[in-house]
């Protein structure tokens, strides 16, 4: 069984203040990939972040930041200093071998950042 | 990156029109992929194609019948649907089924 969970459905922020989207998943493989994509109102999905499930290596991108915890099966995503452009609804996605490493998307985080 | 393009960009159409949305990707990938959105449910995969060849049917309706000539154009025919067919409609292509997939901006359809 698969599954992603986003409990946070909506988030709102004012300007520079930083905000965490969690992301909690189940599987029983070994070989996994986490996935972030962004989808602001225009529609389309962005690609953001993949992290295998052998690489625990937090990652650092300019404002984002991911943290991977495997124990915890959680694989947050922070924006730091956010910004009215960061406004958009945010996936969690998660692909694994025995699903043929189809995508299984999260619900979703509406992040609206307020100038 | 717009490496994959969707037309068009909206739709509305009838039940009993027929109608064909569009995806190319200009990444140079074997796979492709239609998803669809509706609101407030998650992104539900309807179809997968690799090397031109479909692999995934999501126990999609006949109502939507896929197409790929190629690898780097897919389409989705549409022909007599329903009201609840209305969303949005993605296409993805990743290099190979294991690899990241890469989004078009999306069909947004209605059906009246």
């Known amino acids: 069984a698969q599954k992603v969970t986003q409990a946070q459905t909506e988030i709102s922020v004012v300007e520079k203040e930083d905000v965490t989207l969690d992301c909690v998943y189940e599987?029983?493989?070994?070989?996994?990939?986490l996935f972030w994509y962004k989808q602001p109102p225009s529609g389309e999905l962005v690609f953001l972040i993949r992290?295998?499930?052998?690489?625990?290596q937090n990652e650092i991108s300019g404002r984002y930041s991911w943290n991977f915890q495997k124990s915890t099966s959680s694989f947050n995503f922070t924006i730091t200093a956010s910004q009215v452009v960061d406004s958009a609804v945010y996936f969690c996605?998660?692909?694994?071998?025995?699903?043929?490493?189809?995508?299984?998307f999260g619900a979703g985080t509406t992040v609206t950042v307020r100038a | 990156e717009t490496g994959v393009t969707q037309t068009p960009r909206h739709l509305v159409m009838g039940m009993t029109n027929k109608k064909s949305l569009k995806c190319e990707q200009h990444?140079?990938?074997?796979?492709m992929y239609w998803y669809k959105q509706s609101a407030k449910k998650p992104l539900e995969l309807m179809f997968v194609?690799?090397?031109?060849?479909?692999?995934e049917n999501n126990s999609v309706p006949s109502r939507f019948s896929p197409e790929c000539p190629n690898s780097s154009h897919l389409f989705l025919h549409l022909h007599t649907l329903q009201p609840e067919d209305s969303a949005l409609y993605l296409c993805?292509?990743?290099?190979?089924?294991?690899?990241?997939?890469?989004f078009g901006p999306g069909t947004r359809l209605t059906v009246l």
């Open positions: 996605a998660l692909s694994q071998v025995s699903n043929d490493y189809k995508l299984s």
């Open positions: 993805a292509s990743s290099l190979t089924t294991t690899d990241t997939q890469y």
């Open positions: 990444l140079g990938h074997n796979a």
């Open positions: 599987t029983r493989d070994t070989t996994y990939y």
């Open positions: 992290r295998n499930s052998f690489d625990e």
């Open positions: 194609y690799n090397f031109k060849e479909q692999t």
